[in-house]
DNA sequence: CATGGGATTGACT
DNA sequence: GTCAATCCCATGC
């Protein structure tokens, strides 16, 4: 695939592709809720059979969004705080959802610097519970479709060049830490934390 | 039913 | 670098 094109169907693509490569994919594809909107730079993938994932622990009232249709949110509370989410991937009755871990702010900038009560572009967005405070993403959107909204999921920005990603072990977890299940645009400013030395072009 | 920990962030030393 | 905030859920007694 060129990566000087872009492609109108790449978010719907990458809902049907395995987790890992899904990720991946989704890098460069954009997510909206309102007027907020950013450009994917960072995501991990996560998956039942792997302890690290919500799923492992099976069909909980907690989880079965993870088991539900591709295109749908599961957005969840983390450490009692902040809400983080992800785009459910992979067949109904299999656990698999990918992670949105930062955005580059696209549209919106103000919006969410009112909301972030912060100023620079690269602290709007750049971390799982930055963003779903900059574009306004609750508990209440859990389950809901990003195909239809109100979240909504879509290709990347026609006129921009895809970015190439680089892949690296996935971050703040202590299960299953080895696999290189996390997914970087090569380059952005906008990522929650700098790619360690080690990180595989991809 | 009590408890421990977590896919985080921001403030502080 | 350290650490608290804060709550849902899974686990174990």
């Known amino acids: 695939m060129s990566s ?3 492609d109108t169907e790449r978010h719907l693509r ?3 592709l395995p987790v890992v490569a899904a990720a ?3 890098v460069g594809c954009t997510m909206t809720h309102g007027a907020t909107s950013g450009v994917i730079v960072e995501a991990e993938a996560y998956h039942e059979h ?3 994932c919500h799923a492992f622990a099976g069909l909980t009232d907690r989880t079965w969004p993870l088991f539900a249709a591709p295109g749908i949110a599961y957005v969840y509370r983390s450490y009692g705080i902040h809400a983080l989410l992800n785009v459910v991937v992979e067949p109904e009755d299999v656990g698999a959802a990918v992670l949105i871990r930062a955005l ?3 549209t919106g900038e103000d919006l969410m610097r009112a909301r972030r009560g912060r100023d620079r572009a690269t602290e709007l967005c750049s971390g799982p519970g ?8 609750e508990l209440d959107l859990n389950a809901t479709s990003l195909l239809d909204g109100p979240i909504r999921l879509g290709p990347p920005p026609p006129e921009r060049p895809l970015p190439r990603v680089v892949a690296g072990g996935r971050i703040g977890i202590t299960r299953a830490v080895e696999l290189p299940w996390r997914f970087c645009a090569a380059g952005s400013r906008h990522v929650s934390r700098p790619w ?3 990180l ?3």
């Open 50 to 52: 792997e302890p690290a």
């Open 200 to 202: 595989l072009a991809s």
């Open 196 to 198: 360690p030395a080690g």
């Open 14 to 16: 990458a809902l049907e």
């Open 130 to 137: 930055k963003l779903t405070q900059a574009l306004g993403i």
């Open 104 to 106: 580059e702010p696209l």
């Open 4 to 6: 000087a094109r872009t």
């Open 24 to 26: 991946e994919a989704l």
